[in-house]
């Protein structure tokens, strides 16, 4: 560093770098951490976001790549969760998944969707004319 520059610094602080470790427990422990500000994102939708321990450690193994550190976390969860950002309000998307293979880009995260209500017998309309009974034209005409 130019000396000029760091005489004006009134305390040095050595910092160490950060591990794989280190960043999994930023983006989960603290009161403000990334993975549970995500959760409480789609918990307004009524959904929820499972993002495995494996998927964990990916990413801090990506922001261990690019370099970019703890700042960098918030920004690849924003690439990963973009499309289910999108796709989860208005549906019936109840979970969506992280695991590895999302972040590493082999596949799209998961969804799982509520079961759809199965329709009875009753409400059940094939459009198919029953054997015997009158057609809708007959009936209309008598």
Known sequence: ???????????????????EKTLVQILTEPRNAVIPQY?????????????????????ARLALERKTGARGLR?????????????VPNSDIVCV???????????EPGYIR????ESSEEE???????EG????ADAANS
């Open 1 to 19: 560093m130019i000396p000029e520059f760091v005489g004006r610094l009134p305390v040095v602080v050595p910092l160490h770098s950060l591990d």
């Open 39 to 59: 959760q409480a994102l789609f918990s307004m939708d009524k959904c929820e976001l499972n993002v495995t321990e494996d998927a964990l450690k990916a990413i």
């Open 75 to 87: 920004s690849i969860m924003e690439k990963l969760l973009l499309e289910p950002m999108f796709e």
């Open 97 to 107: 998944e992280v695991d590895k293979e999302v972040v590493e880009g082999k596949k």
């Open 114 to 117: 509520a079961p759809t209500k």
């Open 124 to 130: 059940y309309d094939s459009g198919v004319e029953e």
């Open 133 to 136: 009974w009158p057609r809708q």
